[in-house]
T-cell receptor, first 112, second 112 residues
Framework: GENVEQHPSTLSVQEGDSAVIKCTYS??????FPWYKQELGKRPQLIID?????GEKKDQRIAVTLNKTAKHFSLHITETQPEDSAVYFC???????????FGSGTKLNVKP | EAQVTQNPRYLITVTGKKLTVTCSQN?????MSWYRQDPGLGLRQIYYSMNVEVTDKGDVPEGYKVSRKEKRNFPLILESPSPNQTSLYFC???????????FGPGTRLTVT
């Protein structure tokens, strides 16, 4: 099966700084890489995703980069705000088996 | 309103007493899945279903059962709950397996 590793497990930044969270995966068959945000006491929600035919995708202050050769993808948040404080999960589903593998999560704390 | 619903939201039960957590979606999604969330372990997939009468094991299926008799419903059954099944459970659905997943509000289960 797939093995998804996510780092760091916690990240504390000052408001306005950038935050980067990295995930690595093991199975080269994975071709879809989503990122989910989970606020305290809430359900996970998709914030951005990327498919293997592109190397980078941006949506306002959020971007995801993918390196298929090295099997890693990263979430970049620029100009962080207190409302970005949450737990972020990466995922790498295996398309042939439709199994979904999530990373262990990164707790981001943005200090005002 | 497009949504995934789960019931109950909170449940405290005793070891060995069979229980069912219901999940329903109104988006006509083919793919549905159950996850458990434990501190430091992220989201782990229990079972998933690609369509009616089609179910398969995720990463941690032991001690759980599911059924998919209708497209909109995907109940999770614990035939004989044990304390190590104390967790936060999420149901999710998506158009297909490799697409945005919409999560339910979660069910916090405590088994004593």
């Amino acid at each position: 099966g797939e093995n998804v590793e996510q780092h760091p497990s916690t990240l504390s930044v000052q408001e306005g700084d950038s935050a980067v969270i990295k995930c690595t995966y093991s199975d080269s068959a994975s071709n879809y890489f989503p990122w989910y945000k989970q606020e305290l006491g809430k359900r996970p929600q998709l914030i951005i995703d990327i498919r293997s035919n592109v190397g980078e995708k941006k949506d306002q202050r959020i971007a995801v980069t993918l390196n298929k050769t090295a099997k890693h993808f990263s979430l970049h948040i620029t100009e962080t705000q207190p409302e970005d404080s949450a737990v972020y999960f990466c995922a790498a589903p295996l398309p042939d088996f439709n199994k979904f593998y999530f990373g262990s999560g990164t707790k981001l704390n943005v200090k005002p | 309103e497009a949504q995934v619903t789960q019931n109950p939201r909170y449940l405290i039960t005793v070891t060995g007493k069979k229980l069912t957590v219901t999940c329903s979606q109104n988006m006509n999604h083919e793919y549905m899945s159950w996850y458990r969330q434990d501190p430091g372990l992220g989201l782990r997939q229990i079972y998933y279903s690609m369509n009616v009468e089609v179910t398969d094991k995720g990463d941690v299926p032991e001690g759980y059962k599911v059924s998919r008799k209708e497209k909109r419903n995907f109940p999770l059954i614990l035939e004989s709950p044990s304390p190590n099944q104390t967790s936060l459970y999420f149901c999710a659905s998506s158009l297909n397996g490799v697409d945005e997943q919409y999560f339910g509000p979660g069910t916090r289960l405590t088994v004593t």
